[in-house]
């Protein structure tokens, strides 16, 4: 059975980074933050069905559904593939 806990946990943690790596890109203009676009991926993907005119308080609102449901799945797969090794050693 998958732990949706720990799977929420992992999505709320994406969040948080999704969060830092944004204000900080958006408040050091000169500066890049290295791998940005990596840690920022799931809500980059979400963002790009959707028009730049769009407002910002949408925008990072879909942002941040972004990064939950995109670190939601990784920590998901995880346990599965967890799961799935467990299981081969075992036999």
């Known amino acids: 059975m998958?732990?949706?806990k720990l799977s929420s946990i992992w999505g709320f943690v994406g969040i948080?980074?999704?969060l830092c790596a944004f204000?900080?890109?958006y408040y050091m203009v000169p500066i890049?933050?290295?791998g940005y676009k990596i840690l920022v991926s799931p809500a980059?993907?979400?963002?790009?069905?959707f028009s730049?005119?769009?407002y910002f308080a949408p925008k990072m609102i879909?942002?941040?559904s972004g990064?939950?449901?995109g670190y939601f799945l990784m920590g998901s797969i995880v346990q599965i593939i967890k799961k799935i090794v467990l299981r081969k050693n075992k036999s």
């Open 2 to 4: 998958l732990n949706f």
């Open 16 to 18: 948080a980074i999704g």
């Open 23 to 25: 204000l900080f890109n």
């Open 32 to 34: 890049s933050l290295p």
């Open 44 to 49: 980059i993907f979400t963002l790009r069905f």
């Open 52 to 54: 730049e005119e769009t």
């Open 62 to 64: 879909l942002f941040l």
């Open 67 to 69: 990064q939950f449901v």
